[in-house]
């Protein structure tokens, strides 16, 4: 055996995690957590393991399709760029350069030549109906961010590795090791946290693998975050607890935002009692060093913008923002802050509904809309990319339905999945270990400054393309339809390396390319520091921008505790599942299904309903047929459905392992509700269980 290491980078999640593969010639033998990399320290989790089958995975496309009237047909890659090109371009011509919609799916993040080309080719297509997963994520913190700090990426990150005090609303980092908090290891460093004397909370409606490890863990119905942490921020400024930086502003705003929201009110609609919310505002300011963190959960819901804002001033009142062990700007050797834009808010509105744009994307809970309601501006072709808004997004019923009425759609995607069946033309990039890797995002989100480049680790087939390539090669060709700019074009040509050792080489420690590849484990930068308030846009914080300030008054207008009947569903992600994919790879499927629905015991109980019944769940927007699991875990008055599942419908058979098919989510979650920055709505959805 001519065995040899190698070592590359996960990209499957925000951890980035430092690998180390053992290749005997080409062949992967093991797939193991490189314990000399400086942030991963040897972590990984089992769909780390399952990049294997990922690798070998038959079902995963290397060269384009087409649809055609009797099936699916291979096609060579100029004829596929020619056919892609002329349909847009024709679209275009005819109805305006917003009847092409696009939308980028979670992995286009976590792909360095997606974001080095991909960005500036669907920058080409000039259109207002561009559309993302943030909108299904984490919109609020960025629209949170541009309006406090300046910036929609000047995101603090709780300095976990030295806190006091870790308070976390809607997150499970055990088992999403962590979002807009890379934070590999996190098991070892939540670990670390209590050794050191500190305290770890925990407000989830469930009990979570996070917070059964918690010194705490608070149930919070669905929804009411913004109450129970403006009410914190409340009891932090009335009795005085706190200290601001002099760098902030409008603590008087702040102060009269937060008056309505009194522990009696937060408890109310809550069902927290007001004495844990006083005693844990309490500990938290007190607290050597204390950081606030809110992720999906606090994102995702009908208040989430109110609540994103509330975890900033937790943060900022107590004088946690920009401190050691508080919240802080990590400090990437590629400055992000560069490279992408501030942000802006509501320049724009969509065609249907009027919601605002942020940061030129709409929200994609008006996508259906957008394709399935008649009128001039209608999106008639659509662009996917490295997404599956049918399983991801609200009501993907009804958008199944109207990506079926397109005109003309293409997908840059590796596999046939729910959304991309519909497309005409499927484009698909090489696979993760087939192509170089630094991560341009993430590193800028770490609780730990660190750098790495990861080149291909093993060679991609011929005749294949990776997807800076699809995007060169689509983006040359569109822009001698409609006179591309030619620094675009120029761009475009130049590979995502080269473009790596500029941004380095112009980033604040002065790397290249050429040091990195000598130091294949990465290398470390140090700790999180201070970078307030130089780091701010105008140098100041604004505590209390008026668009935040609004979404905490509706907040405390339209947050009422819930009828006795009604449930409200969240969602709920596990180790062996990721979003809408992998649900094919052997290696991480195993083992007992995950996608049942989980409820209390006394709910069941008062519906009459056994424990691994199939139950018929009902909300405003759909319906599903699903397995029910009794669970003291859950709040009363909560049930819990995982959302990426739901692979069987209309009795298309995709590429899915046995018995991992399940329901969608999403087939429930309404898109008529969105938060205050058009975020979608995924958790706190009401619905009725029954047998059946
Ligand atoms: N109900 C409910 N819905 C949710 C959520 C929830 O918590 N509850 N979470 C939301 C969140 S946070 C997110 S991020 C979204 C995610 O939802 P999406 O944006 O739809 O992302 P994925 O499901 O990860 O997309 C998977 C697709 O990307 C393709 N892919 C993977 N890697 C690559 C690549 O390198 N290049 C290309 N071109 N394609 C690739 C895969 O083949 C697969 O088809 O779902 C959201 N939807
Ligand atoms: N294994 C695995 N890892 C993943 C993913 C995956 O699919 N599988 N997806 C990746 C992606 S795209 C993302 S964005 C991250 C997400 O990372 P996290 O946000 O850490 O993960 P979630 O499991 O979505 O955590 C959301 C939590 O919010 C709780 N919750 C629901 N509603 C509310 C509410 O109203 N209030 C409060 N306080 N809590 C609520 C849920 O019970 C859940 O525990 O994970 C990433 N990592
Ligand atoms: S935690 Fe798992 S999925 Fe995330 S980067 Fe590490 S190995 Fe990959
Ligand atoms: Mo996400």
């Given at each position: 055996m001519t065995t040899s290491v190698r070592f590359g980078a996960c990209n499957l999640c925000e951890a980035i995690c430092g690998l180390r593969f053992e290749l005997d010639g080409d062949r992967i033998v093991s797939i193991t957590g490189d314990k000399d990399d400086p942030l991963s320290r040897g972590h990984l989790c089992p769909k780390g393991v399952a990049l294997q089958d990922l690798h070998t995975d038959p079902d995963r496309l290397r060269r384009p399709l087409r649809r055609t009237a009797t099936g699916w047909e291979e096609l060579g890659w100029d004829a596929a760029y020619d056919l892609v090109v002329d349909r847009l371009a024709a679209v275009r011509t005819e109805h305006g350069a917003n009847a092409v919609g696009v939308y980028l799916g979670n992995p286009s993040v976590h792909s360095l030549g997606a974001m080095t080309h991909g960005l500036p080719f669907f920058g080409m297509?000039?259109?207002?109906s561009r559309f993302s997963a943030t909108s299904a994520d984490q919109l609020p913190h960025q629209l949170v961010a541009h309006q406090m700090y300046g910036h929609q990426v000047l995101l603090p990150i709780p300095d976990v590795d030295r806190t006091g005090y870790f308070l976390v609303f809607g997150a499970n980092p055990l088992v999403s090791n962590g979002s807009i908090m890379t934070v590999p290891d996190v098991a070892n460093r939540l670990k670390a946290l209590r050794e050191r004397g500190g305290k770890l909370v925990v407000f989830d409606p469930r009990r979570t693998e996070t917070a059964a490890r918690a010194d705490e863990h608070v149930f919070v119905r669905p929804g009411s975050d913004a109450a129970v942490l403006l009410a914190m921020v409340r009891v932090i400024l009335t009795e005085g607890l706190g200290h601001v930086a002099s760098y902030v502003d409008d603590l008087d705003a702040v102060r009269d935002a937060v008056s309505p929201f009194t522990l009696e009110f937060a408890e109310r609609v809550s069902g927290v009692p007001a004495a844990t919310i006083d005693r844990i505002a309490r500990e938290f300011a007190a607290a050597p060093s204390a950081v606030c963190y809110g992720r999906v959960g606090v994102s995702t819901q009908r208040f989430g913008l109110a609540a994103q804002w509330a975890v900033q001033l937790m943060n900022v009142v107590t004088g946690n923002l920009d401190a050691p062990g508080g919240a802080m700007i990590p400090k990437p050797a590629v400055d992000v802050l560069k490279f992408v834009s501030k942000g802006h808010f509501g320049a724009w509105r969509s065609r249907v509904r009027g919601l605002p744009e942020f940061g030129g994307e709409l929200p994609v809970a008006a996508l259906a809309e957008e394709i399935d309601t008649p009128g001039e501006g209608r999106i008639r072709a659509l662009v996917t990319s490295a997404g599956n808004p049918v399983l991801s997004t609200p009501d993907g019923a009804r958008l199944d339905k109207a990506l079926a009425g397109l005109d003309f759609m293409v997908a840059i995607d590796f596999y046939l999945n729910e959304t991309t069946r519909h497309a005409d033309v499927i484009l698909p990039p090489t696979g993760p270990l087939e192509r170089d890797h630094y991560d341009l995002i993430f590193h800028a989100f770490a609780v730990r400054n660190t750098a790495r480049f990861s080149p291909a680790v093993l060679p991609r087939p011929a005749g294949t393309k990776h997807d800076w390539e699809i995007f060169r090669d689509l983006g040359l060709r569109y822009a001698k339809r409609f006179r591309g700019k030619l620094a675009t074009r120029l761009r475009l040509r130049i590979p995502p390396a080269r473009l790596v050792d500029l941004l380095l080489r112009l980033g604040p420690y002065k790397l290249s390319l050429r040091k990195l590849r000598k130091a294949p484990h990465g290398v470390d930068l140090g700790p999180l520091s201070s970078r307030m308030p130089g780091v701010l846009v105008d140098g100041?914080?604004?505590?209390?921008p008026e668009v935040l300030r609004a979404a905490a008054a509706e907040a405390a207008r339209e947050l009422t505790a819930p009828a006795d009947e009604e449930l409200l569903l969240i969602g709920r992600r596990h180790l062996r599942s990721n979003n809408s994919w992998l649900h094919n790879a052997p290696r991480l499927v195993k083992g007992k299904p995950r996608h049942h629905l989980l409820m209390h015991p006394d709910d069941l109980a008062a519906r009459g309903i056994a424990d691994g019944a199939t139950v018929l769940v009902r909300s405003a927007v759909g319906q599903v047929r699903v397995a029910v699991t009794a669970t003291e875990d859950l709040m009363p008055g909560v049930v819990s459905l995982p959302h990426g599942f739901g692979h069987g419908r209309d009795g298309v058979r995709l590429s899915v392992a046995s018995g991992v098919e399940g329901v969608s989510s999403n087939d429930l979650t309404d898109p008529a509700v969105v938060d205050a920055s058009g975020n979608a709505v995924l958790n706190g959805v009401p619905v009725t269980v029954q047998a059946g």
């Amino acid at each position: 055996m001519t065995t040899s290491v190698r070592f590359g980078a996960c990209n499957l999640c925000e951890a980035i995690c430092g690998l180390r593969f053992e290749l005997d010639g080409d062949r992967i033998v093991s797939i193991t957590g490189d314990k000399d990399d400086p942030l991963s320290r040897g972590h990984l989790c089992p769909k780390g393991v399952a990049l294997q089958d990922l690798h070998t995975d038959p079902d995963r496309l290397r060269r384009p399709l087409r649809r055609t009237a009797t099936g699916w047909e291979e096609l060579g890659w100029d004829a596929a760029y020619d056919l892609v090109v002329d349909r847009l371009a024709a679209v275009r011509t005819e109805h305006g350069a917003n009847a092409v919609g696009v939308y980028l799916g979670n992995p286009s993040v976590h792909s360095l030549g997606a974001m080095t080309h991909g960005l500036p080719f669907f920058g080409m297509l000039r259109t207002r109906s561009r559309f993302s997963a943030t909108s299904a994520d984490q919109l609020p913190h960025q629209l949170v961010a541009h309006q406090m700090y300046g910036h929609q990426v000047l995101l603090p990150i709780p300095d976990v590795d030295r806190t006091g005090y870790f308070l976390v609303f809607g997150a499970n980092p055990l088992v999403s090791n962590g979002s807009i908090m890379t934070v590999p290891d996190v098991a070892n460093r939540l670990k670390a946290l209590r050794e050191r004397g500190g305290k770890l909370v925990v407000f989830d409606p469930r009990r979570t693998e996070t917070a059964a490890r918690a010194d705490e863990h608070v149930f919070v119905r669905p929804g009411s975050d913004a109450a129970v942490l403006l009410a914190m921020v409340r009891v932090i400024l009335t009795e005085g607890l706190g200290h601001v930086a002099s760098y902030v502003d409008d603590l008087d705003a702040v102060r009269d935002a937060v008056s309505p929201f009194t522990l009696e009110f937060a408890e109310r609609v809550s069902g927290v009692p007001a004495a844990t919310i006083d005693r844990i505002a309490r500990e938290f300011a007190a607290a050597p060093s204390a950081v606030c963190y809110g992720r999906v959960g606090v994102s995702t819901q009908r208040f989430g913008l109110a609540a994103q804002w509330a975890v900033q001033l937790m943060n900022v009142v107590t004088g946690n923002l920009d401190a050691p062990g508080g919240a802080m700007i990590p400090k990437p050797a590629v400055d992000v802050l560069k490279f992408v834009s501030k942000g802006h808010f509501g320049a724009w509105r969509s065609r249907v509904r009027g919601l605002p744009e942020f940061g030129g994307e709409l929200p994609v809970a008006a996508l259906a809309e957008e394709i399935d309601t008649p009128g001039e501006g209608r999106i008639r072709a659509l662009v996917t990319s490295a997404g599956n808004p049918v399983l991801s997004t609200p009501d993907g019923a009804r958008l199944d339905k109207a990506l079926a009425g397109l005109d003309f759609m293409v997908a840059i995607d590796f596999y046939l999945n729910e959304t991309t069946r519909h497309a005409d033309v499927i484009l698909p990039p090489t696979g993760p270990l087939e192509r170089d890797h630094y991560d341009l995002i993430f590193h800028a989100f770490a609780v730990r400054n660190t750098a790495r480049f990861s080149p291909a680790v093993l060679p991609r087939p011929a005749g294949t393309k990776h997807d800076w390539e699809i995007f060169r090669d689509l983006g040359l060709r569109y822009a001698k339809r409609f006179r591309g700019k030619l620094a675009t074009r120029l761009r475009l040509r130049i590979p995502p390396a080269r473009l790596v050792d500029l941004l380095l080489r112009l980033g604040p420690y002065k790397l290249s390319l050429r040091k990195l590849r000598k130091a294949p484990h990465g290398v470390d930068l140090g700790p999180l520091s201070s970078r307030m308030p130089g780091v701010l846009v105008d140098g100041r914080v604004h505590a209390a921008p008026e668009v935040l300030r609004a979404a905490a008054a509706e907040a405390a207008r339209e947050l009422t505790a819930p009828a006795d009947e009604e449930l409200l569903l969240i969602g709920r992600r596990h180790l062996r599942s990721n979003n809408s994919w992998l649900h094919n790879a052997p290696r991480l499927v195993k083992g007992k299904p995950r996608h049942h629905l989980l409820m209390h015991p006394d709910d069941l109980a008062a519906r009459g309903i056994a424990d691994g019944a199939t139950v018929l769940v009902r909300s405003a927007v759909g319906q599903v047929r699903v397995a029910v699991t009794a669970t003291e875990d859950l709040m009363p008055g909560v049930v819990s459905l995982p959302h990426g599942f739901g692979h069987g419908r209309d009795g298309v058979r995709l590429s899915v392992a046995s018995g991992v098919e399940g329901v969608s989510s999403n087939d429930l979650t309404d898109p008529a509700v969105v938060d205050a920055s058009g975020n979608a709505v995924l958790n706190g959805v009401p619905v009725t269980v029954q047998a059946g």
